[in-house]
């Protein structure tokens, strides 16, 4: 033990801290790259073939992975690719082009990022292209003069694949995928998208030219394995971290957490929403944004904290902060929404049905004008706590603009039972419509 | 303000410093600083802050970034007229003049991250970057791939940056039909009415004492509060109304301690500063003028004050009223002489269970409009062009509305879209009694 202690040099907790929170940030928000991504090994294998055939092989081929939002398809991707270029001769030769459909929002961005990419720019230089049909030829006949044998391969990686096919004539997915087809330079196109039906998007002689290769990634966990997830994007690494006696109690800690029963609880209840990692390191970033020198391991206490941050329901939260009379023209609507079984109403209506609440009572503390009425209905419209039913209908005078209601039931009961200082009579109005 | 902020990787006096600037936003603030880490730490991609106008979201960003001096950049949506300038004064503020001018003209949001990909390592700052933008809500009118783009940004420029979207609308509103990189959700609650009136407490008059500030905002906080919570509102009536509140003590007639006597003088002028200055239909100007003048009817800005019409254009006024809010089957019964016998119980028997003043006004054809004209008017007038171009007058000031395509000619349909106060006040300067001729209020 002694010895042990002699080779590490004991930290001061502060800096622990701090080493913890960078490693375990950037494992969080900046999706660092783990050893090997869990639970898609044949994707994994299926998808490093095929990119290998291109590369070492000059075999043109073409791939969709498709799977919901934060089911780690870039993930499998950028893992595959860095396995691939750990190999000399293909980090040498393999060319790589980023196209993300959120960026290249037509061809003719897309055709200059490609040549950008490809270092090309220089040979395009002093060549003005007069359309976009030239410029692609160019490149085209840049991409076709090569072989199977002699030229470089080209990987091109679609981002976002589906917005691609909302291009005019799909002119650039065609030709990616003719070049694709045919054997001349060897190209790979990898599409990445969560739109399942994204086949159905192609126009048919696009789609003829597609491999109909598809990797689906779709995540089939069991939940002991997503805890053992939880617990692995917490561990720290034994061997790499200076400290070692902080880092066996954070461990130790963190072992101790997943094994909460209130912990896994909110666990399951996440997991059963939600299996997606995105969201789960959401949780996590914010658990363990609390994490200081007084406050040194994730206790029980701040993941539930955190998860009541994310299952608060924001509407309430807006509806808190309105004032009494905004208040009491969202129990007025929600009375008009019973009476009326869901139609649209307009303010005069829910004016109408306030004042049947004031005549009731007999002070009338709230006793306002319309015009500070409208003020108060204005203000609901711009938190789009209501909504008008049409566009079109905007001109109609605004007493008379039909809107409906965009909160339910239990938000705005909800909503009652937390405002601060609520009168009893405002809240046995909105109890029934005739308290 | 018992709660101090606290980051080890900050200097503890800025901190101190920090927090005096946000009275009651010390617990956001601090919740914000820990989602930030320490400078060079990752912080989560995007953060989107929401809460109520005026809750602090901007100023305790403003601060937090300026005092301690972190690279950030603040953009508010009002100003982005185009994404262009959004991208220009992001560049600009993270990177300087040089790289804002090399965006092409009409920049796309390739140009824009492949112009931030290049800066990076040319100034690498190993501190976190954040771009900062106000009033989010608009970000979904403009190009339809900004938001996702704004939300991942992280992620494509590849880059220690985190984007914070301020909003008062949430979160769910926002979510583009196939999804996108979720943010980190940060609710800015409202403050509570002790926060306001110790916030607004500070900014008292140096010549009168605070005690006397903080009774005055207590005052304005019971008349206002149950209508208004906006400290930017508050604010300015308070500014509005102090000089009153004073007024007696400046004539000697009451102590300071007499905050009764106090109140019984402000509080009607508080109560008419609600149906004026507050829906702003007199300007701050004029308010203080006629606080001044004490006389009583002035002016305001709004279109009720001070709206002259022809005689002629009144009564098509006033027919167009009636034609909008009346049925059709009772113009019978209103205007027709010998209508002969119709049993008034049976015509009393409102068919409708809701008034036409709930519903709003109905569309009706020209002719309908001058033959209820022609009844209604006192004297004999012919059809001439002069009251055609009146009806087209009327709708030019927009007090009625025409339906349908400005072509067509033959029986267009209009709808009166004036209010009931108006057409009152209308028919009362031609003395004509209109609510014996409306059917809601026989």
Redesign the interface.
Known sequence: MSKRKAKDSQMPIGECISQVQTLLRERLCHQQLPQRPEGVDSQHKHLLELLKRTALHGESNSVLIIGPRGTGKTLLLRCVLAELLAEEDIHKTLLQVHLNGLLQTDDRIALKEITRQLSLENVVGDQVFGSFAENLTFLLEALKKGDRSSSRPVLFILDEFDLFAHHKNQTLLYNLLDVSQSAQTPVAVVGLTCRLDVLELLEKRVKSRFSHRQIHLLRSLSFSQYLQAVQAQLHLPDASFPDSTFCHDWNASVKALCEDKSVEEVLLRHFNSTKDFRSLHRLLMASLSRVSVSNPTIKPADLLDASRLFSADAMTNVLHGLSILELCLVIAMKHLNDIYDGEPFNLQMVYNEFKRFLQRKSNSMYNFDLPVVMKAFEHLQQLEVVRPVDAAAARAQREYQLVRLMLDHSQIMEALQRYPQCPTDVKQWAASAFG | MTASL????YDQQRLQHVAEKMPCRVAQAG?LL??M??V??????SIFL???RS?GKSHVMSVLLKELELPHAMVSCVECVSVGLMFKHVLLALFGPDPSSLLPRSP???DF??IYRQQCPLSPANQTRYIVIEKAELLRDM?S?LL??LLRL???VDD?VTVILLS??????FRPN?????P??L?F??Y??GDLQQILSQDLHPSYSAELYSAFINILLGVF?????DLRELRHLAALNFSKFCEPLKEGKVKESDTHKLWRNIEPHLKKA??TV??R?VSSVQWEEQEQEESGALKGLSAHAHVELPYYSKYLLIAAYLASYNPARTDRRFFLKHHGKIRKTNFLKKHEK?SN?????KPFPLDRLLAIFYSVVDSRVAPSASIFSQISSLVTLQLL?QLGHDDQLDAPKY?C?V?LDFIRAISRTVNFDIVKYLYDFL
């Open positions: 606290q980051h080890p990787g919740a820990s989602l880490g320490e060079t730490q990752y912080s989560y991609p929401y809460g109520h809750t796309s949001l390739s991250v492949r190009d791939n996702p783009v992280q992620e494509l220690n008062e609308i949430v979160w769910d509103r196939t999804g996108c990189f979720e980190l959700l609710y609650p409202d509570s009415k509060y149950s209508v208004c919570r609600m149906q507050y829906l239909e809701t003043h709930l519903l709003g006004p509305t709808k879209a209010a």
